[in-house]
């Protein structure tokens, strides 16, 4: 430390005076006492280390750099964001951004004290799934239905009910493995399910599930691959032809979705992937699926088939640890109503309407934007409208890709300039999120939906990279 520093460290104030700072009565008042003294302390313990002559001992100083830290403290840690990267259904974004609808239910779940588990017309306890059974039964056309945390909670608690101690029969070719570290083998082992591989890799035939079939069998269990496909020389039993089997030795087939949904994509001019009341109607006697990715909906795993299984996965211990809170409930079941108008879906969810976004009407919202942000930025940065390709994500349609447009922001100074920028916007009042590719941060448009809340929050880089 500089021989003037200790004259220094002499002037700082006390943490007591800084309390009584008039900069700080009201972030005391707002933030609390103990957490204000905090605040001060850890400030002046790092002036303590870091000073040198010529730093500010002035009080209002010590004051704002007070201020700043509580505010910093105060701040959420999980930021709203933009979603620029051109995946919809981004798993480390949030995924399913839900409808008006849903956050009225969850917000007034969360406001007051609701009939989770009474029974209003009895006046005695009832069952939390009894808010979504019936809706879920009429838009699946399955006999009943139950609630969890996830898909995998869902799958997990399947597979412990009914194939705990048994063998459950997969084809070698749906042995998934998606993010988080969810691999079916592993999660067959968890829920104390042997795990009977059938077929190869690529080739999967009747005979192969048949021959495996013996009195240990607990159920054969379709999976959705989700997140890949194989492709060339390849066969797989269908599932109406798999529930045959399965009925002719008197086992359960569950059919894993996934990702899952309850309408033809087609319509929203995506590619067809099997809805859940297909899946229904193709003999399944259990379809597992998400709620928080194609449903659109929050974090749920949905568990529909037959009456007998449904009951005999409500009594396994395991459903009190995976079961839902009311927020989620209520949001689910908020979503699920938007169903039984399939007509006006694109209008009133939002994963359906950014999936069904037009390229033209992108490509306008890019060209509006292009001159905002080259003016933003300043000579230093290129900006330019590119054509670019979306991805649902979160293993719902792998291989497909959606038209769409975006900006490429071009920095003159190369690689580490690029960090930069994209660092920058990563710390934005509210973080931009693109992607890098070919030396450049691509922002896709199609999840743009507030445009003037884009514009203000551009207002930071004036001073920052614009510089």
């Keep these: 430390?500089?021989?003037?520093?200790?004259?220094?460290?002499?002037?700082?104030?006390?943490?007591?005076?800084?309390?009584?700072?008039?900069?700080?009565?009201?972030?005391?008042?707002?933030?609390?006492?103990?957490?204000?003294?905090?605040?001060?302390?850890?400030?002046?313990?790092?002036?303590?280390?870091?000073?040198?002559?010529?730093?500010?001992?002035?009080?209002?100083?010590?004051?704002?750099?007070v201020l700043s830290r509580l505010d910093a403290r105060a701040d959420t840690c999980m930021k709203p964001l933009f979603n620029l990267t051109g995946t919809v259904l981004h798993t480390n974004l949030g995924r399913a951004i839900l409808a008006e609808e849903a956050v009225e239910a969850a917000t007034a779940a969360m406001r007051h004290a609701v009939s989770l588990e009474f029974d209003l017309d009895g006046g005695k306890r009832g069952?939390?799934?009894?808010?979504?059974?019936?809706?879920?039964?009429?838009?699946?056309?399955?006999?009943?239905?139950t609630l969890v945390n996830n898909n995998a909670a869902a799958v997990l608690l399947v597979l412990n009910t009914l194939s705990q101690g048994r063998e459950a029969i997969v084809s070698r070719g749906?042995?998934?493995?998606?993010g988080g570290a969810f691999r079916m083998p592993e999660i067959m082992a968890r829920a104390g399910a042997h795990l009977r591989e059938v077929g190869t890799t690529n080739r999967t035939h009747p005979r192969d599930y048949a021959n495996a079939l013996q009195p240990a069998t607990g159920l054969i269990l379709k999976v959705h691959t989700s997140n890949y496909r194989i492709e060339g020389f390849t066969a797989e039993v269908g599932a109406r032809d798999l529930?045959?089997?399965?009925?002719?030795?008197?086992?359960?087939?569950?059919?894993?979705?996934?990702?899952?949904?309850?309408?033809?994509?087609s319509r929203f001019g995506l590619s067809k992937e099997p809805t859940v009341r297909e899946a229904v109607e193709e003999g399944a006697d259990l379809v597992t699926f998400s709620g928080d990715k194609l449903l659109g909906g929050p974090q749920a795993g949905f568990i529909v088939g037959r009456?007998?299984?449904?009951g005999a996965i409500n009594r396994n211990p395991m459903k009190r640890a995976l079961r839902v809170d009311?927020?989620?409930?209520?949001?689910?079941?908020?979503?699920?109503?938007?169903?039984?108008?399939?007509?006006?879906?694109?209008?009133?969810?939002?994963?359906?309407?950014?999936?069904?976004?037009?390229?033209?009407?992108?490509?306008?919202?890019?060209?509006?934007?292009?001159?905002?942000?080259?003016?933003?930025l300043g000579d230093t940065v290129a900006v330019e409208t590119v054509?670019?390709?979306?991805?649902?994500?979160?293993?719902?349609?792998?291989?497909?890709?959606?038209?769409?447009?975006?900006?490429?922001?071009?920095?003159?100074g190369g690689?580490?300039?690029?960090?930069?920028?994209?660092?920058?916007?990563?710390?934005?009042?509210?973080?931009?999120?693109?992607?890098?590719a070919e030396g450049a941060l691509i922002f896709d448009l199609r999840c743009l939906d507030h445009e003037s809340l884009f514009h203000e929050n551009l207002s930071s880089l004036r001073s920052g990279v614009a510089s």
Excluded at 174 to 178: G, K, P, S
Excluded at 244 to 263: C, E, F, M, W, Y
């Design 243 to 265: 529930a045959k089997i399965a009925r002719q030795h008197n086992v359960p087939l569950v059919n894993d979705l996934g990702s899952g949904t309850l309408v033809d994509l």
């Design 174 to 178: 749906e042995l998934i493995e998606i």
């Design 127 to 145: 069952e939390r799934d009894d808010h979504i059974r019936a809706l879920v039964c009429e838009l699946t056309g399955a006999e009943d239905a």
């Design 387 to 412: 054509p670019c390709r979306s991805q649902i994500g979160s293993g719902a349609l792998p291989l497909d890709t959606i038209g769409s447009f975006g900006l490429a922001l071009k920095p003159k």
């Design 415 to 436: 690689g580490r300039a690029l960090e930069e920028l994209s660092t920058a916007f990563r710390h934005l009042p509210r973080p931009v999120i693109g992607r890098v």
């Design 307 to 310: 009456k007998d299984l449904i």
């Design 1 to 65: 430390m500089d021989d003037a520093a200790p004259s220094s460290l002499r002037r700082l104030p006390s943490v007591d005076r800084l309390l009584r700072h008039p900069d700080l009565v009201a972030a005391v008042q707002q933030h609390g006492r103990s957490e204000a003294t905090l605040a001060i302390r850890e400030t002046l313990a790092e002036l303590r280390e870091t000073l040198k002559p010529g730093t500010s001992t002035e009080e209002t100083d010590i004051a704002a750099s």
């Design 326 to 376: 009311k927020m989620r409930l209520a949001a689910c079941e908020a979503t699920l109503k938007l169903y039984r108008d399939p007509d006006r879906l694109a209008e009133r969810l939002p994963t359906m309407r950014l999936l069904a976004r037009s390229v033209e009407d992108i490509r306008q919202q890019a060209v509006r934007l292009a001159p905002v942000l080259a003016e933003v």
